[in-house]
T-cell receptor, first 117, second 115 residues
Framework: GAVVSQHPSWVICKSGTSVKIECRSL??????MFWYRQFPKQSLMLMAT?????????EQGVEKDKFLINHASLTLSTLTVTSAHPEDSSFYIC?????????????FGNGTRLTVT | AQKVTQAQTEISVVEKEDVTLDCVYE???????LFWYKQPPSGELVFLIR??????QNEISGRYSWNFQKSTSSFNFTITASQVVDSAVYFC????????????FGKGTRLSVIA
């Protein structure tokens, strides 16, 4: 079945540094990928919609200059948390749908647990 | 706009008991999908079911069953004869069918099954 690979699965970084998270669709092409954030014991909140070859669409309250999204190919989207701070510590999950059809299900990566010290 | 409400924040049951997780949704769209996901402590989302708005048939898969009631905008999930391995957070989610749209998640229900 379709698989979405997310890397790294966990990362610890120092405050002020930047962290890049990759999301790859392994056996399908995705024109659109979605990035979610989940704080401890909370739900998944959509951060942004990543569109191949164009700018991402950010949800209200999400800083686009802080969370840089690049969707350079049909199988790869990256989320870069710039100048990370402890409050950015969270679980980040990407998802993608096979562009072959709108009826195809949304596939999720296994998530990246970011801890900023 | 879409909204998913999971009123039960936490549920605790003893092993072998049946448990039902409630999900109520809101949408103005007439065509949509409803989902249930399981999130174990390791964090990944495990897909359980997808149901489209045209299909109100209830579904059973092993110990899992789902009751879709369009009249009450509910999509409840029942685990029969619960097991300790069922302990996890369960999310109900909704997406419209038209276009490439994301899922809107409920806040989740944390299920603890005690041996």
């Amino acid at each position: 079945g379709a698989v979405v690979s997310q890397h790294p699965s966990w990362v610890i970084c120092k405050s002020g540094t930047s962290v890049k998270i990759e999301c790859r669709s392994l056996d399908f092409q995705a024109t659109t990928m979605f990035w979610y954030r989940q704080f401890p014991k909370q739900s998944l909140m959509l951060m942004a919609t990543s569109n191949e070859g164009s700018k991402a669409t950010y949800e209200q309250g999400v800083e686009k200059d802080k969370f840089l999204i690049n969707h350079a190919s049909l199988t790869l989207s990256t989320l870069t948390v710039t100048s990370a701070h402890p409050e950015d510590s969270s679980f980040y999950i990407c998802s993608a749908r096979d562009r072959a059809g709108n009826n195809s299900p949304l596939h999720f990566g296994n998530g990246t647990r970011l801890t900023v010290t | 706009a879409q909204k998913v409400t999971q009123a039960q924040t936490e549920i605790s049951v003893v092993e072998k008991e049946d448990v039902t997780l409630d999900c109520v949704y809101e949408t103005r769209d007439t065509t949509y999908y409803l989902f249930w996901y399981k999130q174990p402590p390791s964090g990944e989302l495990v897909f359980l079911i997808r149901r489209n708005s045209f299909d109100e048939q209830n579904e059973i898969s092993g110990r899992y069953s789902w009751n879709f009631q369009k009249s009450t905008s509910s999509f409840n999930f029942t685990i029969t004869a619960s097991q300790v391995v069922d302990s996890a957070v369960y999310f109900c989610a909704l997406s419209v069918i038209s276009g490439n749209t994301p899922l809107v998640f409920g806040k989740g229900t944390r299920l603890s099954v005690i041996a």
